[in-house]
């Protein structure tokens, strides 16, 4: 690969060519607000992931952008935990 150490190679390179870990990004703070005005809220769970509370599963269908801001945060952070 191209981070293999070559003979002479100095310790910045081989630090540069280190396993990085993933990053997940914040909590969408315009999708949190549409949240929490229609009753919902959204914790990150570290590192991955984010809980969801205040959102009734056994009662009518949520409005399209409830559900569309669910997705979004949880194609971003992984998983969302009801």
Request: hydrophobic share 45%.
């Amino acid at each position: 690969t191209h981070c293999a150490m070559a003979s002479g190679s100095s310790e910045g390179e081989a630090a540069a060519c280190a396993p990085q870990e993933p990053t997940v990004p914040s909590l969408d703070f315009a999708r949190v607000a549409l949240l929490k005005g229609h009753g919902v809220t959204l914790t990150a769970i570290e590192p991955v992931g984010a809980k969801v509370a205040g959102l009734d599963l056994k009662g009518p269908e949520p409005p399209a952008g409830v559900l569309e801001a669910l997705q979004a945060e949880m194609a971003e952070r992984g998983f969302l935990v009801f």
